[in-house]
């Protein structure tokens, strides 16, 4: 077998393995949420979510054609891997989740604008190591290969699934899907299509250092703001698995060191947060 043929069979055995480990971060949040609150409802909710990020990303792809999912993924349903789409639910629900529990009561509106800005961070983060592991890859330009409406997008989703909160899933799916395009198409011709921008990771050294003072007044208001907030431990700790992957992940690819500064610079406000938070630890059954 030729190098190049070795280098390909060995990419598919590391992406499957990646692919399980995936899988396995569903299972231990399935297994943890199911824990705190039971299997009555949310699982109802878990799949209408991993029906929708499916529909909204095969739709995506074949309307724009901005990004591809690596071929050796096992798993798929059309152009999107089947562990895609049910990590979905686990980004959102664990978002949502949180900011429930610092908003409080039924202030939907704060919730779902809470849960975007979470989902937008973690986008952020995520986005940049899974394109220099090689999970996907975007046709468009953009910092550490990643366009910036691309990240945006994972949060505009998210946000309007929380907002929709009231209706069922099947309408709750199109009216978040629909919406997304519409924000996209907008942000797209309004924005994006002008604002273009190839930052690698020799050269995105002075956005990270913008990103990097935007991260530390929100870590501010946070320290600021401490006796406000309180987190559910069991419900945070159900995000861990995720952000232990991606680290893990960082260090496998041999990541550049600019691109382990941003993953430090995005997470401070979460690990703040959780460090000056008060916690709400009692098991709810």
Known sequence: M????FAGR???AVLSLLELSCLGIVALYVAGRGYKDGFDSWPLQFAGIAAAAWMGEQTCIAAYDFYHYAGSWALRAGAVP???ALIWPVVILSAEDVAARVVGGEQRGKIA???????????ALIEPVAVAAGLWAWTEVGVFGVPIIGIIGWAVFAGLWVLRRGDSWPQRALITVAGMHLCLMALWWGAFRWLRADL???SAWPLLGVVAVAMA????VVVRRRNELTIDVQRAMLR?????FFG?????IDAPISLWAWVGVLATPWLVAVAVARTHSHLER
Request: proline content about 3%; overall charge negative.
């Open 2 to 5: 030729d190098r190049a043929g």
């Open 200 to 202: 690698t990771a020799e």
């Open 248 to 252: 893990l992940l960082l260090v496998v």
């Open 82 to 84: 089947v562990t895609v």
């Open 10 to 12: 060995l990419g598919a």
């Open 240 to 244: 861990v698995p995720g952000a232990l």
């Open 113 to 123: 604008a809470l849960t975007f800005g979470m989902v937008l961070l973690d986008a």
């Open 217 to 220: 007044g929100l870590s501010a």
